[in-house]
């Protein structure tokens, strides 16, 4: 990037990493440790959980199962004291906490809104034998309601990142767009800043499915040029954008082909560590807002995934 870049990211001063409930160093915890010795950022670790055979318990005897949970809490805070005391001794500034509860996104969504961190890390799934992410209820309900940054990061990534793909979108008209493009980009940035990566733009262009066709092959010139005028439309329009922030040639990626298969084939091609995308409402349906588009980036991506929420 170059001076002409219009925002001015610093560094992270607050991580909230949601603790895996096996209390293992997932993957998600390395990043996170990893983040917050590079930025200097403070990171807070909660595990949020709760004994499902105590929490039932009490229901028949009150201070026995106080007693229970009393211990069980106790177990998960020490544990995660001698992951801050570990943490302490390389650099990291960490506190921990463990959340009973049963509402998972409430509680999560409290502390985010308490903590106001930078950024949001949590664990996902990578299924070997299907090739996808899997993404938990409570993933999605996150990637809708997380008002920050929110680092979705897979079993497979690579433990730093150092190339990052900002995915944007190219409307010329939309206020709306252009504002959720500057969070992309600002979010991509930030990472990069602190992880000493590149960063780069893409915008995937899927407009042939929208031409109609005649099966008789009548038209099918008039099509072609009808793509062809629309594709030079959006290669400009992204040019732009990219002369907006100042990225450099060789970082420019303007993709063909459907954005959730064509982003996560690039990113495989080119060693990409992280995608950046908008999580942006588009219907009622919880898994429906990030688009089609965006459900097949994330169940697709071979690296992790910043959704980054367009503010209101």
């Not at 992951?83 to 969504?109: F, Q, Y």
């Not at 990225?247 to 080119?270: C, I, K, M, Q, T």
């Not at 898994?287 to 992790?304: D, K, V």
């Given at each position: 990037?170059?001076?002409?870049?219009?925002?001015?990211?610093?560094?992270?001063?607050?991580?909230?990493?949601?603790?895996d409930?096996t209390?293992?160093?997932?993957?998600a915890f390395?990043?996170?440790?990893?983040?917050?010795?590079a930025?200097g950022?403070?990171?807070?670790?909660?595990?949020f959980?709760?004994?499902?055979?105590?929490?039932?318990a009490?229901k028949?005897?009150?201070?026995?199962?106080?007693m229970a949970?009393?211990?069980?809490i106790g177990?998960?805070?020490a544990?995660l004291k001698?992951?801050t005391?570990?943490?302490a001794?390389?650099?990291?500034s960490?506190?921990s906490e463990?959340v009973w509860?049963?509402?998972l996104l409430?509680?999560?969504?409290i502390h985010?809104?308490?903590?106001?961190p930078?950024?949001?890390?949590k664990?996902?799934?990578?299924?070997?034998?299907i090739?996808?992410?899997?993404l938990?209820?409570?993933?999605?309900?996150?990637?809708?309601?997380?008002?920050v940054?929110?680092l979705l990061?897979n079993?497979?990534?690579?433990?730093?990142?150092?190339?990052?793909?900002?995915a944007?979108d190219?409307?010329?008209t939309?206020?709306?767009?252009e504002v959720?493009n500057d969070q992309?980009?600002?979010?991509?940035?930030?990472?990069?800043?602190?992880?000493?990566?590149?960063?780069?733009?893409?915008?995937c262009?899927?407009v042939?499915?929208?031409?109609p066709?005649?099966?008789?092959?009548?038209g099918?010139?008039?099509?072609?040029e009808l793509?062809?005028?629309?594709e030079?439309?959006?290669?400009?329009?992204f040019?732009?954008?990219c002369?907006r922030?100042?990225?450099?040639?060789?970082?420019?990626?303007?993709?063909?082909?459907a954005?959730?298969l064509?982003l996560?084939e690039f990113?495989?091609?080119?060693?990409?560590?992280?995608?950046?995308?908008?999580?942006?409402h588009h219907?009622?349906?919880?898994?429906?807002?990030?688009?089609?588009?965006g459900e097949?980036?994330?169940?697709?991506?071979?690296?992790?995934?910043?959704?980054?929420?367009?503010?209101?």
């Amino acid at each position: 990037m170059t001076s002409s870049l219009t925002l001015t990211p610093g560094n992270y001063q607050r991580i909230l990493l949601i603790v895996d409930p096996t209390l293992r160093r997932t993957p998600a915890f390395e990043r996170a440790a990893w983040l917050a010795r590079a930025s200097g950022a403070s990171l807070h670790m909660v595990l949020f959980d709760r004994n499902r055979v105590i929490a039932a318990a009490e229901k028949l005897d009150h201070s026995e199962s106080k007693m229970a949970r009393e211990s069980w809490i106790g177990e998960k805070i020490a544990r995660l004291k001698e992951e801050t005391m570990l943490l302490a001794r390389d650099g990291v500034s960490a506190t921990s906490e463990v959340v009973w509860t049963r509402s998972l996104l409430e509680e999560i969504l409290i502390h985010v809104q308490e903590y106001q961190p930078d950024l949001v890390i949590k664990d996902t799934t990578h299924e070997n034998l299907i090739k996808r992410v899997l993404l938990t209820p409570l993933d999605w309900h996150l990637l809708r309601d997380c008002p920050v940054p929110l680092l979705l990061v897979n079993s497979l990534a690579h433990a730093l990142p150092k190339r990052i793909v900002a995915a944007v979108d190219i409307q010329p008209t939309s206020a709306a767009v252009e504002v959720l493009n500057d969070q992309i980009i600002h979010a991509a940035l930030s990472l990069a800043l602190q992880s000493d990566a590149e960063l780069h733009l893409a915008h995937c262009f899927e407009v042939a499915a929208a031409i109609p066709m005649d099966p008789m092959g009548t038209g099918v010139e008039m099509a072609a040029e009808l793509y062809a005028t629309l594709e030079a439309i959006a290669i400009d329009n992204f040019a732009a954008i990219c002369d907006r922030y100042g990225v450099a040639a060789e970082r420019r990626h303007f993709l063909p082909g459907a954005p959730g298969l064509a982003l996560a084939e690039f990113a495989r091609g080119d060693n990409s560590d992280v995608i950046v995308i908008g999580a942006e409402h588009h219907t009622a349906m919880d898994r429906a807002m990030l688009g089609t588009s965006g459900e097949s980036i994330l169940q697709n991506a071979p690296c992790n995934v910043l959704a980054v929420k367009r503010a209101t």
